[in-house]
């Protein structure tokens, strides 16, 4: 007996032989993210650095509009908010992973999570400006420079949004639904288009309700919009409300669905990945990679929607005044021009073929005699 007990603590079980090799790449992913984020800081910046957005006839940090309540300490509450909610985020995730190595929620954060290198894209197909206080990375690093002005740091929450609020707010609802209604009905029948459909409801709510307050509190804008199916339009608080919380939920739709467990305890993405038999040693890798395959289809699916707006010139509202100052207007098209905005102007990257725009920015853009982003109105 004496000389069993040792054997039986130095001899590892097969379980936790398997295990050490997927926990020490684990621990290498972290430490290969973190080294990227140390690196990113290094580099981080505020306020218009570049010469490519800076406006040098202003000094300062102006602000022609109020924000919401007239408080200024909205993007500091924004950076710190998302720095906590991204350490919970972490620990939570380390926490389940260590209790069940390759839980698909966790490979849906990452996932959504990994869409972010796509974001400067799907900043410049919505006209969407953010502020240039806001930490950022360099303007002028490659793909980060196709965004209308900066690429904030705090886009690294995404996971929170396109995938845990619509994701467990739908599933709850789901199941509330299939709780109070017989087995023939069609929420225990089609659960999937079920879920889809509550997806598309609570992800359009959410988004509304969140980027209405985002633009409200001067985080960001959307500098140009169609006119129709927007909100506050013509001010820097205009939303394209139906365009944009109706297409973000072409992301949000297959983030819920890929995590639907079905009766035998599988999420849609392991499913999917076992059919298309990806690494078939290596389950959490296939289902990683299914999930992060198609999210980026989607978000390219949602990109391409503002992508033909912008196109067709359909985005014709523009945001006045201008909230930023201190960097260039953002004019791609000349109807900020048109409208009387003081200048000066800057077109921005990608605005020549993909605007629909062979020559460029248009070089005469007459002032309308009713503009109203004209000072004097």
Same mark, same amino acid.
């Given at each position: 007996?004496?000389s069993?007990l040792?054997?039986?603590?130095t ?5 936790n032989?398997? $295990? ?7 621990? $290498?992913?972290?430490?290969?993210? $973190?080294?990227v984020l ?7 910046c ?9 406006n ?12 919401l ?9 924004? @950076?710190v908010g ?11 995730c ?5 209790r069940?190595?390759? %839980?698909p ?13 796509q974001?400067p894209i ?6 969407a ?5 806001l ?5 002028d ?17 995404y996971s ?5 609020a ?8 789901l199941?509330r ?15 999937l288009i079920?879920?889809?459909?509550l ?16 633009? %409200?509190?001067?985080l ?8 129709w199916g927007s ?10 409300l ?12 297959p ?5 639907h ?9 392991e ?12 389950p ?10 198609v999210?980026?289809v989607?978000?390219f699916?949602?990109?391409?929607g ?12 523009v ?5 930023f100052p201190? $960097? ?8 900020y021009?048109?409208?009387? @905005? ?6 921005? %990257?990608?605005?020549?073929w ?13 002032v ?10």
């Amino acid at each position: 007996m004496a000389s069993a007990l040792p054997t039986e603590r130095t001899q590892p079980s097969i379980g936790n032989a398997a $295990a050490a090799p997927q926990r020490s790449l684990v621990a $290498a992913l972290w430490i290969a993210i $973190a080294a990227v984020l140390g690196v990113i800081a290094y580099h981080a910046c505020r306020g218009a650095v570049s010469p490519r957005i800076a406006n040098l006839e202003v000094t300062g940090v102006p602000r022609p509009v109020e924000f919401l309540f007239g408080w200024t300490g909205w993007l500091v509450l924004h @950076q710190v908010g998302t720095v906590v909610m991204m350490l919970i985020l972490v620990a939570a995730c380390v926490r389940t992973w260590r209790r069940q190595p390759g %839980h698909p929620y966790v490979l849906m954060v990452l996932a959504s999570t990994a869409i972010v290198w796509q974001d400067p894209i799907m900043n410049w197909a919505p006209y969407a400006v953010y502020n240039p206080q806001l930490w950022h990375f360099p303007e002028d690093w490659p793909l980060v420079r196709l965004s209308p002005t900066v690429e904030p740091f705090i886009v690294i929450g995404y996971s929170t949004f396109y995938f845990l609020a619509p994701f467990f707010a739908s599933s709850w609802i789901l199941r509330r639904l299939q709780a109070r209604a017989s087995a023939d009905a069609f929420v225990w029948r089609r659960p999937l288009i079920s879920l889809a459909l509550l997806l598309f409801v609570t992800g359009f709510i959410i988004d509304a309700c969140l980027e209405i307050f985002l633009v %409200h509190t001067g985080l960001y804008i959307y500098s140009q919009v169609m006119p129709w199916g927007s909100v506050f339009a013509g001010t820097p608080f205009q939303f394209p409300l139906i365009w944009e919380s109706a297409l973000v939920t072409v992301v949000m739709i297959p983030a819920g669905v890929l995590c639907h467990r079905d009766d035998t305890g599988r999420t849609q993405a392991e499913k999917l990945a076992r059919r298309l038999r990806w690494f078939p040693t290596r389950p959490a890798l296939a289902t990683f990679l299914v999930m992060a395959g198609v999210l980026n289809v989607a978000y390219f699916f949602y990109g391409a929607g503002f992508g033909a707006i912008r196109a067709a010139k359909l985005a014709t509202a523009v945001a006045c005044p201008y909230p930023f100052p201190e $960097a260039k207007v953002y004019d791609p098209q000349g109807f900020y021009e048109r409208e009387g @905005q003081p200048g000066p102007y800057f077109e921005g %990257h990608w605005n020549r073929w993909m605007t629909a725009q062979p020559n460029g920015r248009p070089t005469v853009n007459p002032v309308k005699p009713n503009g109203y982003c004209r000072p004097d109105e």
